[in-house]
């Protein structure tokens, strides 16, 4: 833990959020050179530099999570139901 932040480090298993491409994403692998990612629904892993890369907030991580719920059920950021 840095005393500086107080953030916890990385590890896989763990949330965080790829600040280049403000993406939130479960840690899947970790190696010095690079941090694989996967969408926390489920999907395609993508790469990370681990100097773009942090342990998601509390915040954040409930954030994803909403928007995953919200995506299944058809919500739009607006509330409403997309048609089709």
């Known amino acids: 833990m840095s005393a ?3 953030e916890q480090p ?4 763990g949330m965080a959020l790829d600040m280049r491409k403000d ?5 899947m692998d970790l ?3 690079r941090v694989h990612l ?6 395609l892993e993508w790469e990370a ?4 890369v942090r342990p998601a ?3 954040e991580v409930l954030r994803a999570r909403v928007a995953l719920i919200d995506a299944a059920r058809g919500l739009t950021l ?3 139901r997309e048609h089709g």
Not at 10 to 13: F, P
């Open 78 to 80: 607006e509330g409403a």
């Open 10 to 13: 990385l590890s896989v298993g």
């Open 31 to 33: 190696t010095p050179t």
């Open 23 to 27: 993406r939130i994403g479960v840690v």
């Open 57 to 59: 907030s509390g915040a």
């Open 49 to 52: 530099d681990p100097g773009h």
């Open 38 to 43: 996967r969408p926390g629904g489920g999907g």
């Open 4 to 6: 500086s932040t107080n």
